[in-house]
């Protein structure tokens, strides 16, 4: 039977010092996945990049598998953040408008290390659940129907619980992986892309519109 691999942090960063350490451990972490790859990434290799002892790295994470999910946590936050912003700046705007935005806004939060975008989507589906994660979907769903929600007259579709999803799913799912795939894309390509997605999603929302 395989051994049971524990992904909780030993103990919370409660005082700014910590904080600090944690975060340094957590900067070392992706930059030892981006240069080296998951399978040899090791909490030795961490803890010397990050310029601290071993035993200073166990005293906040368990293993390697604690501090990868820790970082995707890091990471599912700041896009949580930047959409939290997103959203704000879109409220008054129409549907076509609002979703150009965001798929712009998903599309560059993508691009800020695509290497470990690809590192994620690699490592994350074998880890199995990770602690948080739904937290920060439910989140993220909420934010996107409440949206919806204020533009039910403009909206075409009566279920907007299956418009949310479709809708957040579809826009993570191609703006993560048209970064993978094409990390050197122009910004003419992306500026292509981000035209692509909005069409796509202002035809489903309202069909009879057109992406202005």
Same mark, same amino acid.
């Given at each position: 039977?395989?051994?049971?691999? *524990? ?10 010092? *910590? ?24 909490? $030795? ?7 601290? *002892? ?17 970082? #995707?946590?890091?990471? $599912? ?10 959203m704000a700046a879109v409220a008054?705007?129409? #549907? ?12 560059? /939060? ?39 929600? /204020? ?18 799913? *579809? ?7 048209? #970064? ?6 122009? /910004?003419?390509?992306? /500026? ?9 999603? #202002? ?10």
């Open positions: 039977m395989a051994r049971a691999v *524990s992904t909780i942090p030993r103990k919370s960063a409660s005082q700014k010092r *910590s904080q600090a350490t944690v975060d340094t451990l957590l900067d070392a972490t992706a930059r030892v996945l981006v240069r080296e790859g998951y399978d040899r990434a090791s909490t $030795n290799r961490i803890a010397a990049v990050a310029g601290v *002892s071993i035993g200073s790295l166990y005293q906040y994470f368990p293993g390697k598998e604690a501090l990868v999910t820790a970082l #995707v946590a890091r990471h $599912n936050r700041e896009m949580l953040a930047l959409l939290r912003g997103a008054t705007l129409s #549907v076509a408008e609002a979703v150009r935005l965001l798929v712009a806004a998903m599309i560059d /939060a993508h691009r800020v290390d695509p290497e470990l975008h690809r590192i994620f989507d690699e490592q994350v589906p074998r880890m199995g659940q990770l602690a948080g994660i739904e937290a920060i979907e439910q989140e993220t769903f909420a934010l996107v129907r409440a949206f919806f929600e /204020a533009r039910h007259d403009e909206i075409t579709v009566r279920d907007l619980d299956t418009a949310t999803y479709i809708c957040v799913t *579809s826009v993570e799912t191609l703006t993560h992986d048209f #970064v993978i795939r094409r990390p050197e894309a122009s /910004a003419a390509e992306q /500026a292509a892309m981000v035209e692509e997605i909005t069409r796509l999603l #202002v035809g489903y929302l309202e069909p009879t519109a057109r992406a202005a």
